[in-house]
Nanobody, 129 residues
Framework: QVQLVESGGALAQPGGSLRLSCSAS????????MSWARQAPGKGFEWVSG????????YYKDSVKGRFTISRDNAKNTLYLQINSLKPEDTAVYYC??????????????????????WGQGTQVTVSS
C-alpha cells in the first residue's frame, strides 16, 4: 500500500533552516509528481510547493519563493523540502502529498484533502524564538 513518511520537522528559530524529507513506498515514485502542503494552527490546508515526476519542473507558493527548495531523489524514493530563512508564519504541520499524475500545478488558496492522491501523516515545524 502507498506510504508517505515525513521527517525533519522541529522547533527552530526565526532565520534558521530545516530540511524535511519524505520517504515514499508502495507505488512507482519516479512516475508521479509530488508536492508539499501545510496546515497552520487553526487554518485550512494550503499547497506550498510541487515537483514534476522527473524533477524537471518545480513550483512554489508566492510567499515561500526564494526560501523553500523542493527536490527529489528517485533512486531513493525520497522527496525533500529545504526551508531557509524561517519565519513564525511558517509554523505548521507539513505534509508530503502524492499527485494524481506525473506533474504538479500551482494551487492558490485553501485546498481540500481530495486535492491529492495521497497524504502522509505530517511533520510539525514550529518557528519561535
Amino acid at each position: 500500500q502507498v506510504q508517505l513518511v515525513e521527517s525533519g520537522g522541529a522547533l527552530a528559530q526565526p532565520g534558521g533552516s530545516l530540511r524535511l524529507s519524505c520517504s515514499a513506498s508502495g507505488f512507482t515514485f519516479s512516475t508521479y509528481g509530488m508536492s508539499w502542503a501545510r496546515q497552520a494552527p487553526g487554518k485550512g490546508f494550503e499547497w506550498v510547493s510541487g515537483i514534476y515526476y522527473d524533477g524537471s519542473g518545480t513550483y512554489y507558493k508566492d510567499s515561500v519563493k526564494g526560501r523553500f527548495t523542493i527536490s527529489r531523489d528517485n533512486a531513493k524514493n525520497t522527496l525533500y523540502l529545504q526551508i531557509n530563512s524561517l519565519k513564525p508564519e511558517d509554523t505548521a504541520v507539513y505534509y508530503c502529498v502524492k499527485e494524481r499524475g506525473r506533474y504538479t500545478t500551482v494551487r492558490d488558496g485553501p485546498i481540500g484533502r481530495n486535492a491529492f492522491g495521497f497524504w502522509g501523516q505530517g511533520t510539525q515545524v514550529t518557528v519561535s524564538s
